[in-house]
């Protein structure tokens, strides 16, 4: 299937840990002393499977690429809220939801991808949409909040011409997808270690009401599992919606 309704074709990527956590640097070390080895299991999975973009949250970015925040002294309401499609450098795109826009990129690249920002409508400054396009940054729009995963899709679909995703967290991210029934393939990657602690964020992380059931009329057809190497377990699911 290359593609849904309109929308890319969602593949979500996790590693996690025995109980489901996700910070890794909390995990208990490896029992098998030669390690995963280099590059890691992680990242040869990330590079088998062929997507023309990765969608990341802002915590994510903010976490391992990006740690400045934009700052201006004025806010103002944007009114052209229409994609903007900067130089594309490379083949493969970084898609970051930043629904308020606060990462202040060095430059339109990374992880050696070409940037979008996906943002929200009633949130971003127009001074925001000033310093992407200054970049060659391409931004388009989720809704008014920002986190209207179904329309990012369609305009990733329409506007950038995109197919397939990976989709690689965080929890929250991966959650909001969940609830919408919009993965169609789950990649597990299980490191052999155990965190613990309650409160943690997990592999899903959605929001909402005690009564809601997030995978509600999803099911998961497994495709493969096997033990790649150290004791980390590799699981395919095909996610079936009814």
């Not at 970015?61 to 201006?72: A, E, L, R, T």
């Not at 994609?83 to 606060?102: M, N, Q, W, Y």
């Not at 506007?159 to 169609?184: A, C, E, P, W």
């Not at 997030?214 to 190497?229: A, H, N």
Request: hydrophobic share 35%; with cysteine; aromatic share 8%.
């Amino acid at each position: 299937m290359e593609q849904t309704q309109n929308r890319p074709k969602v593949i979500c990527l996790m590693e996690t840990s025995v109980d489901g956590r996700i910070d890794e640097k909390r995990w208990s070390e490896l029992y098998d002393e030669k390690g995963e080895g280099d590059p890691d299991v992680y990242y040869e999975t990330l590079n088998s499977i062929q997507a023309d973009a990765n969608l990341l949250g802002r915590v994510t970015v903010q976490k391992h690429y990006v740690k400045q925040i934009f700052s201006s002294n004025t806010h103002t309401q944007p009114t052209e809220l229409s994609a903007f499609r900067g130089i594309r450098k490379t083949p493969e795109l970084c898609v970051v939801f930043d629904s308020a826009g606060l990462l202040c990129y060095q430059d339109d690249l990374l992880d050696n991808r070409s940037v979008v920002a996906m943002l929200g409508s009633t949130i971003v400054s127009e001074e925001y949409l000033t310093f992407l396009r200054s970049k060659e940054i391409s931004y388009t729009f989720a809704g008014a909040d920002g986190h209207d995963c179904r329309l990012a899709l369609e305009s990733l679909y329409q506007d950038f011409g995109i197919k397939t995703v990976r989709l690689l967290g965080g929890g929250i991210l991966n959650g909001s997808f969940l609830r919408l029934g919009l993965i169609d393939e789950l990649y597990t990657i299980i490191y052999p270690g155990i965190d613990g602690l309650s409160g943690i964020n997990s592999l899903f992380e959605y929001r909402g009401q005690p009564t809601e059931q997030p995978c509600e009329g999803q099911k998961l057809e497994l495709l493969e599992c096997r033990e790649v190497r150290a004791g980390v377990v590799l699981l395919h699911y095909q996610i079936h919606h009814a």
